[in-house]
């Protein structure tokens, strides 16, 4: 449930916010237009009206709001939700967010950065290709080294094609890409094994091989059951961008949303071929700050400015796309998001032509680190994009030159 408004909002004193929002909730709806009268324009004291009865209905009676690291908590007599909000230089509420999902784990959202999860698939998948490399080095038979060697280069091609792995530190990543080095040096042991030995292996090795390959080259070849968009007439970023998320199953967490089922994350790769940076330090980030152009020419329908860029890996409750531009080529809806708070150089109701210049890329939102989130969509349903000058399918793990 939002509101709206697009009024600053970024480095707002939280506890403020609380305060402001609490007054709502307990408020009786006559004093609305006092505590906030920019949602009450914006939305219609009706509308108010439901997302605060809904609010009461799921939470009993709002007894605090304060803020806590993901975000801030409407707490109940029955169960608490998080929420997020704004406020106008006149102190009055300008916009609000509220969860429409209790508030689980205790009171604490699960954190982002290195879980235990995925401590423990690192480690699994470094003890795997460990085991599949000395195998390699073991082999007793040829047989049994070429079972072996196609086992590896399946694992490999999952490894490479479905984990993602320039998004892993290269700690871990050099390491394990090493291993086919190592592996292909076990091939001079070939002269001195003798022929013969058990044949499963080598088809075990060839069909999981061949599985792997025809699921990744559908899952590249994805598109989204609407079809594809219109051709945009420019890549919205200039220079090498590496795509996180973009494909079909297994390559794009976007799937799970209708309307975003075409969507891509974009990363800028820096000159280490890194896409990280210091989470205390947005600026380290190779992404942070880039240039955004229009991908196309049309109305911008919706321009969001002015709210905070989260922590990288430590996401807050906030609006799902945060600072964003959303264009309406009269066919379809593009929407660019998670731009960085101040550098909106557009408005709603506002004609653009592809190339000109929106904002700088950010990490507000939904958002884990900077990069720019990009889809298109018709009647609330995602589409296949594509760029004019750029060939072949879009999906992660590819970089596009623009």
Request: include cysteine.
């Given at each position: 449930?939002?509101?709206?408004?697009a009024?600053?909002?970024?480095?707002?004193?939280?506890?403020?916010?609380?305060?402001?929002?609490?007054?709502?909730?307990?408020?009786?709806?006559?004093?609305?237009?006092?505590?906030?009268?920019?949602?009450?324009?914006?939305?219609?004291?009706?509308?108010?009206?439901?997302?605060?009865?809904?609010?009461?209905?799921?939470?009993g009676?709002?007894?605090?709001?304060?803020?806590?690291?993901?975000?801030?908590?409407?707490?109940?007599a029955?169960?608490?939700?998080?929420?997020?909000?704004?406020?106008?230089?006149?102190?009055?509420?300008?916009?609000?967010?509220?969860?429409?999902?209790l508030?689980?784990?205790?009171?604490?959202t699960?954190?982002?950065?290195?879980?235990a999860?995925?401590?423990?698939?690192?480690?699994?998948?470094?003890?795997?290709?460990?085991?599949?490399?000395?195998?390699?080095?073991?082999?007793?038979?040829?047989?049994?080294?070429?079972?072996?060697?196609?086992?590896?280069?399946?694992?490999?091609?999952?490894?490479?094609?479905?984990?993602?792995?320039?998004?892993?530190?290269?700690?871990?990543?050099?390491?394990?890409?090493?291993?086919?080095v190592?592996?292909?040096?076990?091939?001079v042991?070939?002269?001195?094994?003798?022929?013969?030995?058990?044949?499963?292996?080598?088809?075990?090795?060839a069909?999981?091989?061949?599985?792997?390959?025809?699921?990744?080259?559908?899952?590249?070849?994805?598109?989204?059951?609407?079809?594809?968009?219109?051709?945009?007439?420019?890549?919205?970023?200039?220079?090498?961008?590496?795509?996180?998320?973009?494909?079909g199953?297994?390559?794009?967490h976007?799937?799970?949303?209708?309307?975003?089922?075409?969507?891509?994350?974009?990363?800028?790769?820096?000159?280490?071929?890194s896409?990280?940076?210091?989470?205390?330090?947005?600026?380290?980030?190779?992404?942070?700050?880039?240039?955004?152009?229009?991908?196309?020419?049309?109305?911008?329908?919706?321009?969001?400015?002015?709210?905070?860029d989260?922590?990288?890996?430590?996401?807050?409750?906030?609006?799902?796309?945060?600072?964003?531009?959303?264009?309406?080529?009269?066919?379809?809806?593009?929407?660019?998001?998670?731009?960085?708070?101040?550098?909106?150089?557009?408005?709603?109701?506002?004609?653009?032509?592809?190339?000109?210049?929106?904002?700088?890329?950010?990490?507000?939102?939904?958002?884990?680190?900077?990069h720019?989130?990009?889809h298109?969509?018709?009647?609330?349903?995602g589409?296949?994009?594509?760029?004019?000058?750029?060939?072949?399918?879009?999906?992660?793990?590819?970089?596009?030159?623009?």
């Open positions: 449930m939002t509101g709206p408004g009024a600053p909002g970024a480095g707002q004193d939280r506890a403020a916010q609380a305060a402001a929002l609490e007054a709502l909730l307990r408020a009786e709806p006559a004093e609305w237009p006092q505590l906030a009268p920019a949602v009450v324009r914006q939305l219609g004291p009706e509308r108010l009206r439901g997302i605060v009865e809904a609010t009461r209905e799921r939470v009676a709002v007894e605090a709001v304060y803020d806590a690291p993901d975000g801030l908590v409407i707490r109940g029955r169960a608490a939700v998080l929420g997020w909000a704004r406020l106008g230089e006149d102190g009055a509420l300008q916009d609000l967010r509220i969860s429409p999902s508030r689980g784990n205790g009171g604490r699960p954190r982002l950065p290195l879980s999860a995925r401590w423990a698939v690192r480690a699994a998948l470094c003890l795997l290709f460990a085991w599949r490399v000395d195998g390699c080095w073991g082999a007793a038979s040829r047989t049994g080294w070429l079972g072996g060697a196609l086992l590896l280069a399946a694992l490999y091609l999952l490894y490479e094609g479905w984990f993602n792995p320039a998004m892993e530190p290269w700690w871990i990543r050099r390491p394990i890409e090493s291993g086919a190592v592996a292909l040096a076990s091939a042991r070939l002269p001195d094994l003798p022929d013969g030995g058990d044949v499963i292996g080598p088809v075990l090795g069909a999981l091989l061949a599985l792997a390959a025809g699921l990744l080259v559908r899952s590249r070849r994805y598109r989204p059951p609407v079809g594809t968009a219109a051709p945009l007439d420019r890549f919205p970023m200039d220079g090498a961008w590496y795509i996180a998320q973009g494909g199953p297994g390559l794009n976007h799937l799970r949303a209708p309307e975003q089922r075409g969507a891509l994350d974009l990363l800028r790769v820096g000159p280490g071929g896409h990280r940076g210091d989470p205390a330090a947005l600026g380290s980030y190779p992404a942070y700050g880039a240039r955004v152009y229009a991908p196309c020419a049309g109305t911008v329908v919706s321009a969001a400015d002015g709210i905070e989260q922590v990288p890996g430590a996401v807050r409750y906030a609006p799902l796309y945060g600072n964003h531009v959303f264009i309406n080529t009269g066919s379809e809806t593009v929407k660019l998001a998670h731009l960085r708070p101040g550098s909106l150089a557009v408005t709603t109701g506002q004609t653009v032509s592809a190339g000109q210049f929106l904002g700088e890329v950010g990490n507000s939102g939904n958002s884990s680190e900077p720019l989130h990009l298109a969509e018709r009647d609330g349903q589409l296949a994009l594509r760029f004019t000058g750029v060939a072949g399918h879009l999906h992660r793990g590819r970089t596009v030159h623009a």
